[in-house]
């Protein structure tokens, strides 16, 4: 029985440590591409991607999805699969996984001679072409339609037996690695879509980590936080007025001494507006949430009449002068002449101190956001 040598066995674990570090599928794939010849010393290595894979009814053998390290230069990549698509039932390897569905190591000699091999238009054409008679590939079966396949090409002497053992105990921790690291691109790319989709709400959001850091945010979240507290004093945390806020509403619902009273939003004025800032808490998860909303404050005729001192009627001609309407329309509406709204105009600038229209509307804004 074939057994792995003591330095073998180091170089697989070894190997083994660094494999399932945490990275994305294309982080995955460079890596296998990069760093499998440690384990089996290979001059090229070609990773054909899951997507469309060497399947049972993949007659076109993958010939989009194939990626390999070192990138071949006379013929490139591209014409290798090109030049291979057009050979793909001659490949004893893809010919075995289509039978059996077997993806465990095998060579191109386990079926053919050498001389037998350099009689394929596949070698003439294709193989001979990068100068590698020797081939060894696994691969990593992703349920009834999809694999991955990882194949290892040398010049020079075959792969032993030795050599296929290493890959075939390396085979199910690739199957793993590979399934790990889908899932992990799968829940980021999820984030992603989430995060694009809050972005276009009229609300922000912002997570909260343990003690309070924050773990991401809505980029409409940060502008607003900005806006209306200032900086925050270190990275990765809320500033401070709006992070003491957060913890006293943490903390009256920690706090199990007594029935905690109703956990109200924070609402922050600025000119024209305001920002509401909602507190939802999961202490299961120690995952905590805040929802932003920012609303613009509106006018109305009797605000401005209790603002600013106005008659009903002063107060009345103001709000339509915020509402961008011209003496003429003004009058109108409001069954006077023109002249009489002038004459309103007139007495309120006196009673406000100011001259103009705008400077009226301006004061109008600031009293009512005081």
């Not at 913890?247 to 024209?272: F, Y």
Request: with cysteine; aromatic share 6%; charged share 25%.
């Amino acid at each position: 029985m074939q057994r792995l040598r003591q330095r073998d066995l180091e170089a697989s674990l070894s190997y083994l440590r660094e494999l399932y570090a945490q990275r994305d599928l294309e982080g995955f794939k460079r890596h296998i591409l990069t760093t499998i010849g440690s384990v089996v010393p290979s001059e090229s290595v070609i990773y054909v991607d899951p997507s469309v894979s060497v399947t049972v009814d993949d007659s076109a053998g993958g010939a989009t999805a194939w990626e390999s390290e070192p990138a071949f230069s006379s013929p490139d990549l591209t014409e290798i699969v090109e030049i291979h698509s057009g050979y793909i039932d001659e490949n004893p390897l893809i010919n075995h996984y289509r039978r059996t569905l077997d993806g465990r190591a095998v060579k191109i000699s386990d079926f053919l001679t050498r001389s037998e091999f350099r009689r394929l238009g596949l070698y003439n054409d294709c193989f001979r072409r990068v100068g590698l008679d020797h081939w060894m590939t696994i691969v990593l079966p992703h349920g009834p339609l999809a694999a991955t396949a990882v194949s290892l090409g040398r010049s020079g002497k075959d792969f032993s037996e030795r050599e296929r053992l290493a890959l075939n105990l390396l085979r199910p921790h690739l199957l793993q690695a590979h399934d790990n690291m889908a899932a992990l691109t799968q829940v980021q790319q999820e984030t992603v879509r989430v995060k694009r989709t809050m972005e276009k709400l009229d609300r922000a959001v912002v997570v909260l980590r343990e003690k309070g850091r924050l773990q991401w945010c809505t980029k409409r979240a940060e502008r607003w936080i900005s806006e209306y507290f200032g900086p925050a004093q270190e990275a990765g945390h809320l500033p401070d007025d709006l992070r003491r806020w957060v913890e006293h509403q943490r903390s009256a619902l920690v706090d199990q001494s007594d029935i905690p009273p109703p956990q109200h939003a924070l609402v922050i004025k600025r000119a024209g507006k305001h920002l509401l800032v909602r507190y939802v808490a999961d202490y299961m998860e120690d995952h905590h949430l805040l929802i932003l909303k920012e609303q613009y404050i509106g006018l109305s005729a009797e605000s401005l009449k209790s603002s600013l001192g106005l008659t009903d009627r002063e107060a009345e001609i103001l709000l339509s002068i915020a509402q961008g309407k011209t003496n003429k329309a003004i009058a109108e509406e409001l069954y006077i002449s023109p002249l009489t709204v002038k004459t309103h105009l007139q007495r309120f600038y006196r009673k406000l101190g100011v001259e103009s229209r705008a400077e009226a509307l301006s004061m109008a804004l600031l009293e009512r956001l005081d």
